[in-house]
């Protein structure tokens, strides 16, 4: 091991936190290739090992492996999305396919699957406990899918398939990140009618950390969302509505459209060689749902309500603009404008007049204090914890027996860094051979400003990031790869969108929301409008998202996507679907990172749906004992959010909720129950 790389050594920092402030990029190139190294020796000894397979020596030693490459990784593809810039960047592009190449070489080793197919043909007899079948039945599916069961050639196939994939995925995320940062809308005080102050604050903020003089609209959702809402400039809320939706359309170098028929051909080829008919039912194959046909059945069960609500909405729309001299079809870049404005009319609801009680510190400690409450948690700032960027704060997380894990918390856009919201981790529990407490991350893209205000949706997002850092934080399992939120991917969604619930809990709300200027709690009466007002626009929200989760399907399925037209795909798609033409999807093809910079949501995007139908019953369950902090409910959720991947998940949820999850309460929670 070198003597001079920190990513190597042991680290001295608090509770064994990554010494970022020692970390360079330099660094990775060198660290990689002695942890792959060092990964293949252990994996030959545990394939070359004389003895009988038996689950101590093959499954638990692959548990035990790897484990300085893992730290290595953990490390880099945190710092490439969060902290970004070009040395990151270039070296996401030349590392990415070593990677897939090592992970291949692991996954395809014959020796090792040999050894892991005799004990999965004696499964039964191992006297195993049920978290050691689980992991047994899971490593083996996993060598089987990744195609260790194929001949030689295949095997090699399904090798390059990777490598390839993953290049393509590395350059999917970096032009849609390139696209983001290279656009802005500059805006001067003559453009800013109807712009609330505190997006005047953000575009100013963006301004400035653009060099730029005045405001500036950036591509961050946070900001663009609601100058879209509130501009009263019909043609800059068009131009920033067409530069939103052009990410990764544009001719050249970072053009994602040449990418996506290649990417959804490999992926088709895999699956096929696989024995699959598309790479859609090999994707369903490993989830809760089972099949396409029951992910198509559950989004048409959402989209038929939800587009007669949309449309509903949508003329309700146009009257107000009719109203106010739009003469023509309402556009896209028109929706969430006139919404604003029927909100106003028909809840008495301003955005303008919610948000300054929406403070980000406070909404943060909110989600604290409710983890608190239900789990018995505590989180303390810890100032000498190393972060990689000054807007990371890092808190140490205890309960009643002592330490938990670490959660660190980076809320801000920034030029580099990934759009969106995630949780990630820098180091997952496990208890193989000494307890190993978990290191979290919950990444957002909130538009900086003095104070930060948040929105409704910002704090709800706030809060679904948050439950999966609980999920990784309260993991109790005895293996790595069942840690957390390693779980099938339409049950993931489950711990952080059950916890938005307790966002939208008047008490929350009243303890939490607090006037920026005057520190004065929210009025009852607008906790009454705004919790009034959540179904209002459903259909408009459910039809984005649907639409995006159905043509993700489509395309998964697609015959023949090689020669596909990705833009004239998409085209005939919507109108097939029927999608309102006032109506975008929430991700066009050519910037769904969820798809195509990364597999993770390949043929899944559904999942949020799948697991909505979960969280909606599941809150029910603190409905139905009359408090939504009731502790032995609590109690049985913590239990679904320590069991990781011990357990199948409909099992873990029957456990948690007395029996299997109704739709009811989803179409409910939407409104589109008689739609």
């Known amino acids: 091991m ?58 638990e030693a692959m548990e035990r492996s790897g484990r300085a490459l893992a730290r290595v990784g953990a490390v880099f593809s945190n710092l490439s999305v969060s902290l970004g810039g070009p040395e990151l960047e270039a070296l996401d592009r030349t590392l990415s396919p070593l990677l897939a190449q090592h992970g291949m070489r692991v996954s395809l080793d014959p020796d090792l699957f040999r050894r892991v197919d005799a004990l999965q043909a004696r499964r039964d007899a191992l006297g195993l406990q049920p978290d050691q079948l689980r992991l047994l039945d899971r490593v083996h599916r996993g060598f089987v899918r990744s195609g260790a069961a194929l001949g030689p050639e295949q095997r090699q196939r399904m090798s390059a398939i990777s490598e390839r994939l993953a290049v393509l995925h590395t350059q999917f995320g970096q032009n849609v990140l390139h696209d983001e940062k290279e656009w802005h809308l500059a805006i001067t005080e003559a453009d800013l009618d109807g712009l609330p102050a505190f997006v005047r604050a953000g575009a100013a903020q963006a301004a400035t950390d653009r060099s730029l003089p005045g405001y500036a609209i ?26 939103w939706i052009a990410r990764g359309t544009h001719p050249g170098p970072h053009d994602n459209r040449p990418l996506i028929p290649e990417i959804l051909s490999l992926r088709r080829e895999k699956a096929q060689l696989l024995g699959y008919a598309d790479f859609a039912a090999f994707r369903l194959d490993d989830t809760m749902a089972g099949t396409p046909e029951a992910a198509d059945a ?40 006139y919404a604003e404005k029927v909100r106003r009319a028909d809840y008495a609801l301003d955005e303008a007049e919610t948000k300054p009680f929406f403070v980000l510190e406070n909404i943060q400690q909110a989600a604290f204090d409710t983890a608190s409450r239900l789990f018995g948690l505590s989180f303390i700032p810890r100032l000498d914890v190393p972060a ?72 709800r997002t706030l809060f679904h990031e948050f439950g999966h850092g609980l999920h990784g934080l309260l993991s109790r399992v005895r293996y790595p790869t069942q840690s957390g939120t390693s779980v099938k991917r339409d049950f993931v969604e489950f711990p952080s969108q059950v916890y ?125 004992a009359g408090d939504p902090f009731d502790p032995a409910t609590a109690a049985r959720l913590r239990s679904v959010l320590a069991a990781g991947d011990t357990a199948d998940p409909m099992q873990l949820y029957v456990a948690f909720r007395g029996r299997p999850p109704s739709m009811e309460a989803l179409l409910a929670g939407r409104d589109l129950v008689a739609a």
């Open 298 to 337: 559950l989004l048409q069960q959402v989209w038929t309500p939800a587009r007669a609500k949309a449309l509903a909405e949508r003329d309700r729309l146009l009257a107000v603009a009719r109203a106010e001299g739009l003469d023509g079809p309402l556009a896209p870049w028109d929706w969430r404008y």
């Open 218 to 243: 950036t591509l961050s959702r946070s900001l663009i969302e609601p100058f879209l809402c509130f501009s009263d400039r019909r043609d800059l809320r068009e131009a920033a509505y067409g530069a």
């Open 2 to 59: 070198t003597d001079s790389n920190i990513l190597l050594l042991p680290w001295t920092t608090p509770f064994g936190s990554p010494p970022f402030d020692l970390i360079r990029p330099d660094q990775f190139e060198a660290s990689f290739a002695e942890a792959m190294a060092e990964h293949l020796a252990e994996i030959a000894t545990i394939a070359a090992d004389p003895a009988e397979p038996d689950f101590a020596n093959t499954i």
């Open 500 to 624: 938005e619930h307790w966002m939208a809990l008047p008490e929350t709300l009243r303890a939490y929301c607090r006037h920026h200027e005057t520190d004065a709690p929210i009025p009852d009466a607008l906790i009454d409008r705004l919790l009034a007002a959540r179904t209002f626009n459903q259909g408009f929200a459910t039809v984005e998202f649907t639409s995006s989760a159905l043509i993700d399907m489509a395309l998964h399925r697609h015959p023949d996507p090689a020669g596909l037209d990705i833009e004239a795909f998409e085209r005939e798609f919507l109108q097939g679907i029927g999608m309102p033409s006032e109506i975008g999807l929430r991700h066009r093809p050519p910037h769904f990172q969820h798809l195509f910079a990364g597999g993770g949501y390949a043929a899944g995007y559904y999942s949020y749906m799948w697991s909505e139908v979960l969280d909606a019953d599941g809150f029910d369950a603190f409905k139905e």
């Open 388 to 459: 990689y960027h000054p807007d990371v704060r890092a808190y140490e997380v205890r309960d009643a027996d002592g330490h938990v894990g670490l959660f660190l918390a980076d809320h801000f856009a920034r030029g580099d860094k990934r759009s969106g919201a995630w949780m990630s981790s820098y180091r997952d529990q496990e208890n193989l051979d000494a307890p190993v407490a978990p290191i979290i991350v919950n990444n957002n893209n909130f538009a900086r400003s003095e104070p930060t205000l948040l929105s409704f949706d910002d704090a």
